[in-house]
């Protein structure tokens, strides 16, 4: 489930009694798969056990607890990150089996004694650079005003807004007015007003993170936290509660939360869009204009991606072949270095290798540089949208089309300062014999080469694996440093399972067939023979990334479904899976668990069969949509 860098990291969470670091992302990938199956089972009130995890809850929810408190005792220790992580995931996965067993009653809240564990979950994810994770939990904290607690409501508001990258809602929304603090309770008062304090330096790092040039000013957000903390601790000679051991904790939950936020102030800003330094070459005010409109959409950089830039990835002169994983933000790297080349005023060919990611690319950098002329191939005729007053910035199209202009059109390349690739892979034959295609791609390459001397390459492509030998080719061809960036991390996570059958079950099935088919005197096989044919699915899940090893303790094996989908027959009398009934049955379970589901056929014909398989089953679920999906909508 969890990619190596990510593995290598839960394994660094501090040591504790009776805990096992080097195969602990392995129990927290069998938790998950449990949890999974089990909503699945138990979707329509089926009478499921429950007690393996209930178990389980408890278990986990020692480990998220445990390592909570080594964040928030100690924001500056050194294994934070592999602490906050682990935590902010243990604490994911009891929210999610919760929802199983205590539906509906799940409540985010702050108050003088705590702070909700999704709240904690959405904040820890954040300290340990996992912004991905910590969005998706934001999904699930409510933030419903309340009547009785306004600084609260708008509190929690705020933070996930920052969890989900959304920072300017956070500094336009009003603050709460002083008044709202007054409670009938002086303790709760107190507490409001704490919280308070920490929704204003929630505001001031929102400034921070959109800003560049804001770290030093006095109302930074570390001194908002650290107040807070400060107030939330007696001292030594104030006897709060007469105890030996010295000072107590009175407010534990804004002391709680504003240690997680000084932990979160330190890391995002760490990792902060606007606090780039400008390449080499390019105009520091003309940068820091573009970092404050980029942080807008995507205010923290990825470790990935910093990793990249660390490494002279923005400088002129150096190319890279990027192979990182699907999800792990090559587009937002290329973004970034097609930035750097158009402040320097220099234009960027960009290659698809689809009409239809042409087009897609087209609107994609249309948005993320709404000042720059972007050009692309139409999608009819293969002509481009031509504007002879002012030559294009980006120029989109696929390598075929590249190469057409080439031959007829040269000088637009000449000004050219980077080539984007992307799905280079396209470049290697799918045959032994060198297609059209991949031939087509590399004359590409190798005139663009030659058109544009001193321009930089970008290759990209998730089926990348020998980027070390491509970024040894274009360093050959141009004569220049080409980097080559493998690097496993990714944002997301899967656990990859297939659905399986017990043998016996298989068996059985056979021995029936093998029954009627004595007694069938039709060639085709009888309706009530393939109504015979039902069998439990069990899913198999691989606890570790890649399947790889005969190791038992490597998988979790688990009922998927109590009902029995039925099976296919061919002509052969032989048993086939059946796809579309066991997908769709599948589907439907999750619906109505509240699991989102993503089913790939190999023809249209099949995608729409199994789309009228679930319609037929009335699945009826409660949609959250988002907020670009309620544009859409709208």
């Not at 509190?155 to 809602?169: C, F, T």
């Not at 656990?495 to 059958?501: D, I, W």
């Amino acid at each position: 489930m969890f990619d190596p860098s990510t593995a290598a990291l839960i394994r660094s969470a501090p040591p504790l009694d009776d805990l096992d670091r080097d195969n602990l992302p392995d129990q927290l990938s069998e938790t998950y798969s449990k949890i999974v199956t089990t909503r699945l089972r138990l979707r329509s009130g089926e009478d499921v056990d429950t007690d393996e995890l209930e178990t389980l809850i408890a278990d986990t929810r020692r480990l998220a607890f445990t390592n909570e408190a080594f964040v928030s005792v100690s924001p500056d220790r050194d294994d934070r990150a592999a602490a906050a992580f682990v935590a902010a995931t243990a604490h994911q996965l009891v929210f999610n089996a919760q929802r199983i067993l205590i539906p509906d009653t799940l409540r985010s809240s702050l108050d003088a004694r705590g702070v909700s564990p999704d709240i904690s979950a959405m904040l820890l994810f954040l300290v340990a650079e996992a912004s991905a994770d910590a969005g998706e939990m934001a999904q699930w904290v409510s933030s419903e005003p309340a009547a009785d607690q306004p600084v609260e409501s708008a509190l929690i508001s705020a933070l996930q807004d920052l969890s989900l990258g959304r920072l300017r809602p956070i500094i336009q929304s009003e603050l709460p007015p002083k008044s709202a603090v007054r409670r009938l309770n002086p303790s709760d008062a107190a507490s409001s007003a704490l919280y308070f304090t920490l929704l204003k330096g929630v505001r001031a790092l929102a400034r921070q993170m959109l800003r560049s040039g804001e770290a030093g000013t006095s109302s930074s957000p570390l001194e908002y936290f650290r107040q807070v903390k400060s107030l939330s601790i007696s001292d030594d000679d104030q006897e709060v509660i007469d105890l030996p051991n010295g000072p107590v904790s009175v407010f534990s939950g804004p002391g709680h939360l504003a240690s997680l936020l000084i932990a979160v102030a330190r890391d995002m800003s760490r990792g902060a869009v606007v606090s780039l330094p400008p390449p080499s070459g390019v105009d520091p005010e003309r940068w820091h204009a573009y970092l404050e409109r980029l942080a807008r959409q995507r205010p923290v950089l990825w470790r990935n991606h910093r990793e990249a830039i660390e490494s002279g990835y923005l400088d002129f002169g150096v190319s890279a072949s990027v192979g990182f994983p699907t999800g792990a933000g090559k587009s937002a790297l290329a973004e970034l270095k097609i930035a750097t080349t158009l402040l320097a005023d220099r234009s960027v060919i960009f290659l698809a290798p689809t009409h239809a990611l042409v087009d897609q690319t087209r609107n994609s950098l249309a948005r993320a540089f709404p000042l720059a002329n972007v050009q692309y191939e139409f999608l009819d005729d293969g002509s481009f949208a031509q504007d002879e007053e002012a030559p294009p910035d980006i120029l989109i199209m696929t390598p075929e089309a590249c190469l057409s202009r080439m031959s007829f059109d040269a000088s637009i390349f000449e000004d050219a300062g980077l080539l984007v690739f992307d799905e280079c892979h396209l470049l290697h034959p799918s045959e032994p014999v060198a297609n059209r295609r991949a031939l087509d791609a590399m004359l590409c390459v190798l005139n663009f080469a030659r058109l544009a001397q001193d321009a930089d390459f970008l290759l990209l492509s998730a089926m990348m694996k020998n980027t070390t030998e491509i970024a040894e080719w274009i360093n050959d061809l141009t004569g220049r440093q080409c980097l080559a960036l493998s690097l496993s991390w990714k944002p997301t996570r899967q656990l990859r399972g297939n659905v399986v059958y017990q043998d016996e079950d298989i068996s059985d099935l056979y021995s029936v067939l093998e029954r009627r088919r004595q007694q069938t005197t039709t060639r085709s096989i009888p309706s009530s023979v393939k109504r015979e044919v039902s069998a439990q699915p069990f899913a198999l899940f691989s606890l570790k990334q890649t399947w790889e090893t005969r190791s038992r303790g490597d998988y979790t094996f688990s009922p998927l479904l109590e009902e029995k989908p039925l099976l296919g027959i061919n002509r052969f009398w032989q048993l086939t899976p059946n796809s579309g009934e066991v997908s769709s049955m599948i589907a439907t379970a999750a619906a109505r668990s509240g699991i989102k589901s993503l089913i790939f056929f190999q023809t249209i014909r099949n995608a729409a069969s199994a789309a009228k398989k679930i319609s037929e089953r009335n699945v009826s679920t409660p949609v959250r949509l988002n907020d670009e999906e309620k544009k859409l909508f709208r």
